[in-house]
């Protein structure tokens, strides 16, 4: 897409959220009046997306909330990542996203907030991977569909962040658990597809469920040995996430390598992952390497009409 000389009038795409019934939401909003539009996808939809090249601020954060933003005060366009150096000073949601549970080293407003804010330390798999994290218990179940989770388990819940950071941190060492999963890790794990079942009723003993739980079980009692009874989940469940994504295509999985014009059918969301749809193939890339680009989409109902893309030589092959 062209800019147009007049881009204050444009809208920026800001980031992706989950609606009340955990359905995929798009954030934009108007250079121009800074107001805020969303957008509901559903399954099937064709898209199209056209997007500008320049990259906007989109905003900072006043609160624990991922996808909440403030605007960018001088609408900056900006080189490198999403956000403006003045912004970036100001945001208040990154001194949290560090915090190792040692000491608070945000602001007294938000400590003030996350001193009484029950909060839950969680564990996730993706694939064969598993992640300790920490969320406010209210949003739990967002916190695990937005990150695009297959299977979660809530293992303790302290009564406030600080102590949930430490209990995080502790088990991260203690057990060798990763905090963050890399998108490449999380890529794969659409498309492959696992060999056992989760519940396998006909050999349980290789279920996947078994060995998760297993595995959790004994994160949550060294937490309970640890920490205490009172903060320790004493009988985690593991939760099956993948029904949240709508992901019932079956096919060949491709990574987009150019994202700039989209045209396709829209198949589902795993965390950031957007899944598109395109000439009976299931083309995937990160939703968030669109974040304070200038957007024009269309959204249609009818499946049957949809536009073939011709531009197969930007799609590459990369599971197999």
């Not at 954030?27 to 997306?49: A, H, P, Q």
């Not at 000491?103 to 996730?124: F, H, Q």
């Not at 519940?199 to 003993?205: A, C, S």
Request: proline share 3%; charged share 25%; glycine share 6%.
């Amino acid at each position: 897409m062209q800019e147009s000389s007049n881009s204050a009038s444009a809208k920026i795409f800001v980031d992706f959220d989950l609606s009340p019934s955990y359905t995929p939401l798009l954030i934009f909003r108007n250079l121009r009046d800074d107001s805020v539009s969303t957008i509901n996808l559903e399954y099937g939809k064709t898209l199209v997306w056209k997007t500008g090249e320049s990259r906007y601020c989109v905003g900072y954060h006043v609160k624990d909330e991922y996808h909440h933003y403030e605007p960018c005060p001088s609408k900056s366009i900006v080189e490198k990542g999403i956000q403006c150096s003045r912004c970036k000073n100001k945001d208040l949601l990154f001194p949290c996203m560090i915090c190792n549970g040692s000491e608070c080293i945000n602001i007294k407003s938000m400590w003030n907030v996350c001193e009484v804010t029950p909060t839950s330390v969680y564990i996730t798999f993706f694939g064969d991977m598993m992640k300790v994290g920490v969320s406010k218990k209210d949003r739990l179940l967002k916190r695990w569909i937005e990150q695009g989770a297959d299977y979660a388990s809530e293992i303790a819940v302290a009564p406030n962040g600080l102590i949930a950071r430490e209990i995080e941190s502790a088990v991260s060492k203690e057990f060798e658990v990763t905090k963050g999963v890399r998108i490449q890790k999380k890529l794969k794990s659409i498309s492959i597809q696992n060999e056992r079942l989760f519940e396998d009723t006909t050999n349980p003993e290789q279920s996947i469920k078994k060995e998760y739980n297993n595995r959790v079980k004994t994160i949550a009692e060294w937490i309970m040995h640890k920490y205490g009874e009172t903060l320790a989940v004493k009988e985690p469940i593991i939760r099956d996430l993948q029904q949240f994504y709508g992901l019932a295509f079956k096919g060949s999985v491709s990574r987009l390598n150019s994202i700039d014009d989209l045209h396709g059918h829209f198949a589902g969301m795993k965390g950031a992952l957007f899944c598109l749809e395109m000439q009976n193939r299931l083309c995937v890339f990160d939703i968030r390497e669109l974040r304070g680009k200038i957007s024009e989409i269309e959204i249609a109902s009818d499946h049957n009409n949809a536009v073939s893309i011709t531009s197969q030589r930007s799609i590459t092959d990369f599971f197999g």
